[in-house]
């Protein structure tokens, strides 16, 4: 089955912050990556696509990788198998926009924001599926965060 996406992105956006939304439907997804179906559900909390230097206008495919970047997305993944669903999902959206000048720069843009969360440290199964905004800005720290800060760096 080919990758593809059931529903469109229905966000509202934290009075005063302009980068975390929350989903006011759900999303929808099969990923030929993992083989899997996936649903991102009401209330999902993330900052939609937010790779530094070149963030692109790829918001779903962004909501996408930071569902799976939770450490109970359904299914669980792999951070590898999470940085090829963002990349799969980036290049699903970006076929739909055409041309030859967006296909060549955005096929540069995917490899360099799919090596950024590859390698990003400190956000991966950080958080649940249902983080609180508070979690998911850092004001308050999930259980699984001291783990984190116990580590060895």
Avoid at 9 to 34: A, H, N, Q, W
């Amino acid at each position: 089955m080919a990758t593809q996406v059931i529903g469109t992105l229905c966000v509202e956006y934290f009075s005063g912050d302009p980068k975390r939304v929350k989903f006011l439907k759900p999303l929808r997804g099969y990923s030929e990556t993992i083989k899997a179906w996936f649903e991102i559900p009401v209330g999902f909390i993330c900052d939609l696509e937010s790779v530094p230097i070149v963030k692109g206008t790829n918001n779903e495919s962004g909501a996408i990788h930071d569902y799976f970047s939770r450490y109970n997305s359904v299914p669980v993944v792999s951070k590898t198998q999470c940085a090829l669903i963002y990349l799969e999902f980036q290049r699903f959206f970006d076929l739909q926009e055409g041309g030859l000048i967006n296909t060549v720069w955005d096929l540069v843009r995917r490899i360099i924001k799919t090596a950024v969360v590859w390698v990003a440290p400190r956000y991966f199964h950080r958080l649940p599926v249902n983080a609180t905004y508070e979690q998911v800005v850092g004001i308050e720290r999930p259980d699984v965060d001291v783990w984190y800060r116990r580590r060895p760096v």
